[in-house]
C-alpha cells in the first residue's frame, strides 16, 4: 500500500471544527482512501473511507483533493471524546484488497476542553 | 452483535515461555486479522485468515509466531520461546466479505503482553 504522511499531533478546543490533513502524494488510481482512529487503550475503529467524491457520515466527513493526492479528514464538532490517534490509510483494492492494513504514527489529536 | 473479543486482557510472562492469545471474531465474518502494536507505534500487520485457511503470514515477525483458525471462527496467537521485545498489545481484527472492494476491519480490544 502507498505511504502516507500525517502530522504527528494536532490540538484544538472543544466544539471546534477540526480538519486533520493527510498526504498521499504517490496514490494510485485504486487505493481507497480510509481514517481509523484508535482512543486510549481501545482498539482502532473504522471512521470513514472514499476513493474520489467527499464522503459524510455520522462521524465525520472526508474532502479528497482533485488530484488525490491529499485528503483531509472534518470533525465537525470536536468533543473530549474525539481524543485519539487519527489514522489515514490507502488501501489498494486492485489486487483483491484481502490483506492487513498498513498503519503509520498517525496524528494524535489532542483535544482542549 | 457483541462485537470482536479477545482473551486474556492481560498476561504477565517470564522470557522463555510459551502463550498463547485468544480472538473471537464478529459471528460471521470470514476473514480475520492479527496485528502488533508497540508503544508509540501504529499497528503492524501480521497474519490474515480467510475462514480457516491462513493466506498471509510472511509477515509473522519470527517462526517463533504461529496463528490458527481450525474451524473458521476463532483463532489464537502463539508465541514460543517468548523474549522481552515480544512486549506488545496484540490486537485482532474482523471483516466481512469485500463488498464492492472496500473492506471495513473491526477491532478488538486487544491482549497487552509483558514479558519479563
Known amino acids: 500500500d502507498a505511504k502516507t504522511t500525517q502530522p504527528n499531533s494536532m490540538e484544538s478546543n472543544e466544539e471546534e471544527p477540526v480538519h486533520l490533513p493527510c498526504n498521499h502524494s504517490t496514490i494510485s488510481g485504486t487505493d481507497y482512501i480510509h481514517w481509523y482512529r484508535q482512543l486510549p487503550s481501545q482498539g482502532p475503529e473504522y471512521v470513514i473511507h472514499?476513493?474520489?467524491s467527499n464522503v459524510n457520515n455520522r462521524m465525520a466527513s472526508l474532502a479528497i483533493a482533485e488530484d488525490r493526492k491529499s485528503s483531509t479528514l472534518i470533525l465537525h464538532r470536536a468533543t473530549l471524546r474525539d481524543a485519539a490517534v487519527y489514522y489515514c490509510?490507502?488501501?489498494?483494492?486492485?489486487?483483491?484488497?484481502?490483506?492487513?492494513?498498513?498503519f503509520g504514527k498517525g496524528t494524535h489529536l489532542i483535544i482542549q476542553p | 452483535d457483541t462485537g470482536v473479543s479477545q482473551d486474556p486482557r492481560h498476561k504477565i510472562t517470564k522470557r522463555g515461555q510459551n502463550v498463547t492469545f485468544r480472538c473471537d471474531p464478529i459471528s460471521e465474518h470470514n476473514r480475520l486479522y492479527w496485528y502488533r502494536q508497540t508503544l508509540g507505534q501504529g499497528p503492524e500487520f501480521l497474519t490474515y485468515f480467510q475462514n480457516e485457511a491462513q493466506l498471509e503470514k510472511s509477515r509473522l515477525l519470527s517462526d517463533r509466531f504461529s496463528a490458527e483458525r481450525p474451524k473458521g471462527s476463532f483463532s489464537t496467537l502463539e508465541i514460543q520461546r517468548t523474549e522481552q521485545g515480544d512486549s506488545a498489545m496484540y490486537l485482532c481484527?474482523?471483516?466481512?466479505?469485500?463488498?464492492?472492494?472496500?473492506?471495513?476491519?473491526?477491532f478488538g480490544p486487544g491482549t497487552r503482553l509483558l514479558v519479563l
Open positions: 481484527a474482523s471483516s466481512p466479505a469485500l463488498t464492492g472492494g472496500v473492506e471495513t476491519q473491526y
Open positions: 472514499g476513493l474520489t
Open positions: 490509510i490507502l488501501r489498494d483494492v486492485a489486487g483483491g484488497g484481502a490483506d492487513g492494513l498498513t
